[in-house]
């Protein structure tokens, strides 16, 4: 089992996904927990489709953290 980060973005009446260490891998929903579900199943197809045109999988390295800002 693999865990890649996932960037949650508020669109225009839905959420927006995607996954920095995945080119291309994106996904969206109407809720939180609908747009996580949806990037799971977004993931694992981009994985597989990479596998079978015998190109690498990029393994998972980015992180994510929030930072507290004054402004």
Do not use: F, K, W
Not at 23 to 52: D, F, K, Q, Y
């Amino acid at each position: 089992m693999s865990r890649y980060a996932v960037v949650i973005e508020q669109a225009e009446g839905n959420l927006s996904a995607y996954v920095p260490d995945l080119p291309g891998c994106v996904s969206t929903g109407a809720t939180r927990e609908e747009v996580e579900a949806n990037m799971a199943e977004a993931i694992r197809l981009h994985v597989e489709s990479l596998r079978a045109h015998g190109e690498v999988v990029p393994p998972p390295s980015s992180t994510t953290t929030l930072v507290d800002v004054a402004l």
